[in-house]
């Protein structure tokens, strides 16, 4: 049902963008897009009429689906009456927009700056972290993505980060809480940082994680995790910075990722979301404190399109549907579903080595040995030439009628929080259907 995507297959559109555009993360030799025309709601249509499940929200950010009809009409709106005016002047959308964000955010966090993408949310928190520290080391994860500019892909732990290796001065990086695949306990990953910021010195501005991992694999740590974090943070003299990029906005069945563990970060950093992915719009939001120490020293830091108007309406206009449609909460009721739904596919499949996640946001871990929870591929496979057996799975998850996407060894289950029940049924069974190729790949 798919469209013939090798490269003399490709429609004129489809050839156009692969000559002119590049592919993101790719060997452009290897790209080989598809057209897509249309969306509605937990669903999209490719140029030859094939109807797909949205079931990764494309890359974890569509989360109101696609056919969000109050922001439609708010970035028209906004268009209208003036698309753009200089961060200097205020600006309606943009100014409700902060103070809703520190309605939605917990504890004192307070004060936002607007960027356009979640790289820049996290560049402007490592700047912030250090302005404010006068320190300048970051602490992040190995198992984490911070963005893809110099300063966030040197925080980024996963191999992403080796092609822009050395990367910015005091970058370190710390073990993380992950159950299924390290052989450090989660918890017991915590002491690391802990003793790795006493032999640091006093010289750390700010440890910075994903409250639940993302892209590396949908890590959700124990409940005592995150509080003991920001107490060995502080007693070091560290921020504690949450990049909630991709757990932002009801993704994890709370507002924040942070919220699940009761946890107030002093500096949270969100985007994918915020829109629903229909204007490029991220924030970096801090508490009253931080704000506070910028009244009389410079905030050196800026963009021309920071807050821009059309982004801010939209990021407006969606958080207002999240709260008048109630889409947190929904996301926490049809999150159970989904997740004992998944959980079957366990059971079914010998290649599926764990299913974990919380809210919307479900990993599914592949393996070719139960045993030794062997992965099919790693990072690393993914930075070569060629597929995974895990890209095959998602191949023909996609001839079944589900988009769902891959990070490294792990099918990032992330649809909009609008999606329905039957609709969940529907992706799982295409997921139930592909998975037979990893099962036939497994080795004894
Ligand atoms: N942080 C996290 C946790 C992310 O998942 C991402 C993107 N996947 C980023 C930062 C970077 O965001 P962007 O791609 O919008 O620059």
């Known amino acids: 049902m798919v469209t013939d995507n090798s490269s003399d297959g490709l429609n004129a559109v489809e050839a156009m963008d692969r000559e002119y555009v590049f592919g993101t993360w790719a060997y452009q030799s290897e790209v080989s897009p598809t057209q897509i025309v249309g969306g509605d709601g937990a669903r999209f249509t490719d140029a ?3 109807e797909y499940v949205d079931f990764s929200g494309q890359l974890m950010c569509s989360n109101l689906g696609h056919s969000a009809s109050a922001v439609e009409e708010a970035i028209a709106e906004q268009t209208r009456e003036g698309a753009y005016f200089a961060p200097g002047f205020a600006t309606e ?3 409700e927009l902060g103070k809703k964000l520190a309605e939605v955010t917990p504890g004192n966090l307070s004060k936002t700056f607007f960027s356009t993408s979640g ?4 560049e402007a928190a490592i700047k912030i972290a250090k302005f404010y520290t006068g320190k300048d080391k970051i602490i992040s994860r190995y198992r984490s ?5 110099a300063g966030s892909i040197s925080v980024t732990g996963d191999p992403r980060r080796l092609a822009a290796e050395p990367g910015i001065p005091g970058a370190i990086k710390a073990p993380d809480p992950y159950a299924y695949g390290s052989t450090l306990d989660p918890m017991e990953s915590l002491e690391y940082i802990d003793e790795m910021l ?10 910075l994680v994903e409250p639940v991992v993302g892209s590396n694999g949908i890590l959700v740590p124990p409940a005592e995790y995150l509080p003991r974090l920001k107490e060995i943070a502080h007693d070091h003299g560290a921020l504690l910075v949450c990049d909630e990029v991709m757990t932002g906005f009801g993704r994890t069945g709370e507002w924040f990722g942070s919220d699940l563990f009761d946890v107030t970060p002093d500096i949270m950093t969100m985007a994918k979301g915020l829109t629903g992915a229909y204007q490029p719009l991220a924030a970096t939001v801090v508490t009253d404190d931080i704000a506070a120490h910028f009244e009389d020293n410079m905030f050196t830091h800026g963009h021309t399109y920071a807050g821009h108007p059309v982004a801010c309406a939209a990021g407006l206009a969606a958080v207002e549907t999240y709260e008048s449609e109630g889409l947190i909460e929904r996301a926490d009721e049809v999150g159970s579903y989904l997740s004992d739904r998944i959980a079957s596919l366990a059971v079914d499949h010998p290649s599926v080595g764990d299913v974990r996640g919380t809210g919307l946001f479900h990993g599914i871990e592949l393996t070719k040995r139960t045993d030794e929870r062997a992965p099919f591929g790693t990072r690393e496979d993914k930075l070569s030439k060629g597929s995974t057996v895990v890209d095959e799975v998602a191949a023909r998850a996609l001839e079944h009628g589900t988009y769902v996407a891959n990070m490294i060894n792990t099918l990032i289950v992330a649809p909009p929080l609008t999606i329905t029940r039957a609709e969940i049924d529907e992706a799982v069974a295409a997921i139930d259907a592909a998975l037979e190729v990893a099962d036939a790949a497994m080795e004894a």
Do not use: P
Request: negative net charge; charged residues 20%; proline residues 0%.
């Open 145 to 149: 993505y911070h963005g893809a500019t």
């Open 93 to 95: 959308a943009r100014a």
């Open 48 to 50: 030859d009429g094939n």
């Open 198 to 207: 006493m032999l640091e010195g006093d010289t750390v501005a700010a440890v």
């Open 119 to 122: 790289t820049e949310a996290i």
